[in-house]
């Protein structure tokens, strides 16, 4: 079944709620507010971090620049926060941007390079002071956070998208994006203890998205081959490591929001958006629509911000046009709207 809207909420509607105003001056010490992530285009090297203010509701697209005098650079793929630091993996760049979580100045540029050829990192995820990277050469490349180098790689599938921790096992979702249309279709699980591969597990063409429910369980995004092949969310059991359940809806992401998950879906061929709200111990969708996107032109990402108990979604516009973040309160009203830069894909909550 298809997670199309099938109610419409008119443009002119969204733009009754005031845009926010763009700012420049930004504080020495962010709190109170988001980062968001924004990919630019490819080989473009536009890639940049907007900043919204909650105290001011206003938005800033440079952040980055703003901090560090210098640009991001090509693709940034991922954002996350480790204790004091804060990650930006930089994928045709093929860098990883350390920043101090406060300040958001640049502690170190590490470069993902392996003999001069581009590593190609993808998404991050952190486990006991090690940083696990994907990378698309085929390996989890193993960070250590005091050093911030990389003491060891480990091989897994073909063009590694995604990554998930459930306990002491980390799951790599193997896309095999770069080999259309002879995609990957496995997840490797890799024991963190001794950063080995103990299992290949076939899960539906080009996985992507991972995530982990308040129960451990781990659910994969296949994407499928965007034609005949459809786009399926799998449920992993992590006691015996085989797929559980595979579930008869399409999706292109998923995200927590407390112990439930948001499950976005952009229709390609119809242009069309739609959000879902998906209960894990349930194990299905108990409301197909339950924030009404239909309006966006290209929903691209989907964020639950717990500090204010609100939902972000970003707006590709095309791809080709500055972005817009909206946020929504958890029964589905409009809070604000905001400009944002090109691409806007992932977000980091201050309080």
């Given at each position: 079944?298809?997670?199309?809207?099938?109610?419409f909420?008119?443009?002119?509607?969204?733009?009754?709620?005031?845009?926010?105003?763009q700012?420049?001056?930004l504080?020495d010490?962010?709190?109170?507010?988001?980062?968001?992530?924004c990919?630019?285009?490819?080989?473009?090297?536009?890639?940049?971090?907007?900043?919204?203010?909650?105290?001011?509701?206003?938005?800033?697209?440079?952040?980055?620049?703003?901090?560090?005098?210098?640009?991001?650079?090509?693709?940034?793929?991922?954002?996350?926060?480790?204790?004091?630091?804060?990650?930006?993996?930089?994928?045709?760049?093929?860098?990883?941007?350390?920043?101090?979580?406060?300040?958001?100045?640049?502690i170190?540029?590490?470069?993902?390079?392996n003999?001069?050829?581009?590593?190609?990192?993808?998404?991050?995820?952190?486990?006991?002071?090690?940083?696990?990277?994907?990378?698309?050469?085929?390996?989890?490349?193993?960070?250590?956070?005091?050093?911030?180098?990389?003491?060891?790689?480990?091989?897994?599938?073909l063009?590694?998208?995604?990554?998930?921790?459930?306990?002491?096992?980390?799951?790599?979702?193997?896309?095999?994006g770069?080999?259309?249309p002879?995609?990957?279709?496995?997840?490797?699980?890799?024991?963190?203890?001794?950063?080995?591969?103990?299992?290949?597990?076939?899960?539906?063409l080009?996985?992507?998205?991972?995530?982990?429910?308040?129960?451990?369980?781990?659910?994969?995004?296949?994407?499928?081959?965007?034609?005949?092949?459809?786009?399926?969310?799998?449920?992993?059991?992590?006691?015996?490591?085989?797929?559980?359940?595979?579930?008869?809806?399409?999706?292109?992401?998923?995200?927590k929001?407390?112990?439930?998950f948001?499950?976005?879906?952009?229709?390609f061929?119809?242009?069309?958006?739609?959000?879902?709200?998906?209960?894990?111990?349930?194990?299905a969708i108990?409301?197909?629509?339950?924030?009404?996107?239909?309006?966006l032109?290209?929903?691209?990402?989907?964020?639950?911000?717990?500090?204010?108990?609100?939902?972000?979604?970003?707006?590709?516009?095309?791809?080709?046009?500055?972005?817009y973040v909206?946020?929504?309160t958890?029964s589905g009203?409009?809070?604000?709207?905001?400009?944002?830069?090109?691409?806007?894909?992932?977000?980091?909550?201050?309080?």
């Amino acid at each position: 079944m298809r997670l199309i809207s099938i109610l419409f909420l008119s443009v002119s509607l969204v733009s009754c709620k005031k845009e926010k105003p763009q700012v420049d001056i930004l504080a020495d010490v962010l709190k109170n507010g988001t980062v968001v992530l924004c990919e630019g285009l490819f080989q473009q090297n536009n890639s940049s971090l907007s900043w919204i203010d909650n105290n001011s509701m206003s938005s800033s697209n440079n952040l980055f620049v703003s901090k560090s005098g210098r640009h991001l650079g090509d693709t940034g793929n991922d954002i996350k926060r480790y204790g004091s630091k804060v990650y930006v993996i930089v994928n045709v760049s093929s860098t990883i941007e350390v920043i101090d979580a406060t300040t958001f100045t640049s502690i170190k540029q590490i470069s993902m390079q392996n003999g001069g050829i581009s590593k190609q990192p993808r998404n991050i995820e952190f486990y006991d002071g090690s940083a696990y990277v994907t990378c698309y050469d085929g390996y989890v490349d193993v960070i250590d956070t005091i050093s911030l180098e990389v003491t060891e790689r480990i091989a897994v599938g073909l063009n590694p998208e995604d990554l998930t921790i459930s306990g002491s096992k980390l799951y790599v979702s193997n896309s095999g994006g770069l080999n259309t249309p002879v995609m990957d279709s496995t997840v490797s699980i890799i024991d963190l203890n001794s950063n080995t591969e103990i299992k290949k597990l076939t899960v539906g063409l080009n996985p992507s998205r991972c995530i982990t429910d308040n129960e451990g369980n781990v659910y994969i995004v296949s994407r499928g081959n965007y034609a005949d092949i459809p786009s399926r969310m799998i449920k992993i059991n992590v006691t015996s490591d085989v797929v559980e359940s595979t579930f008869d809806f399409e999706v292109s992401g998923i995200t927590k929001m407390n112990d439930k998950f948001l499950i976005s879906y952009y229709d390609f061929s119809s242009n069309q958006s739609s959000l879902g709200l998906f209960d894990p111990v349930l194990d299905a969708i108990i409301n197909y629509y339950f924030i009404d996107v239909s309006f966006l032109s290209t929903i691209y990402g989907v964020a639950y911000n717990s500090y204010s108990n609100t939902i972000f979604i970003s707006d590709a516009m095309g791809f080709v046009n500055s972005g817009y973040v909206y946020e929504y309160t958890t029964s589905g009203t409009l809070v604000s709207r905001f400009n944002v830069g090109l691409n806007p894909s992932k977000f980091l909550f201050y309080e």
